[in-house]
């Protein structure tokens, strides 16, 4: 049996949104997908919200370690340009290297750590918030 998650998306009269996680345990992807349509179909008879939409994906365990000292109280936030747009989401991260930090409290965007990051938004493999396609990411600021 492998763990897949499962994100439900979920949407208010008053047209909030919110997303819950949840872990699917299940013999592989489409058994996944099968027990979670079967759930949303039980979900949507127990809740008043609008469900939008369901996504399910593999959980992944990954190797990283953390650097002595890191802290995930500590952030940064990254603003994006949108294509075709005046909007300016904001991209958080957790706990940014120290060598990426510019003594005034900004990011260093040309940082190759920073740029190789910001290329995976650029490029459009990953989308910012709310599924937008981010031309641009100018800078970025720590946390205060």
């Known amino acids: ?6 994100t439900i998306s979920f949407e208010d009269d008053e047209t909030r949104t919110t997303r819950k996680h949840y872990t699917v345990v299940a013999a592989d992807f489409d058994a996944a997908v099968i027990a979670a349509g079967l759930y949303v179909i039980d979900l949507q008879e127990l809740t008043e919200a ?3 939409k369901y996504v399910v994906g593999q959980e992944t365990a990954v190797a990283g370690t953390q650097t002595t000292g ?6 940064a936030t990254f603003s994006a340009r949108v294509v075709s747009s005046f909007k300016k989401p904001a991209i958080k ?3 940014p290297f120290h060598s990426v930090r510019v003594g005034d409290g900004t990011i260093d965007m040309s940082d190759v750590k920073v740029s190789d990051w ?5 490029a459009g493999t990953i989308l910012g918030p709310g599924e937008t396609i ?11």
């Open 50 to 52: 609008k469900l939008t």
């Open 134 to 144: 981010i031309e641009t990411i100018p800078s970025g600021r720590l946390d205060k």
């Open 70 to 75: 890191s802290n995930l109280d500590e952030g």
């Open 93 to 95: 991260v957790p706990a």
């Open 1 to 6: 049996m492998a763990n897949f998650i499962l």
């Open 118 to 122: 910001v290329a995976h938004f650029t």
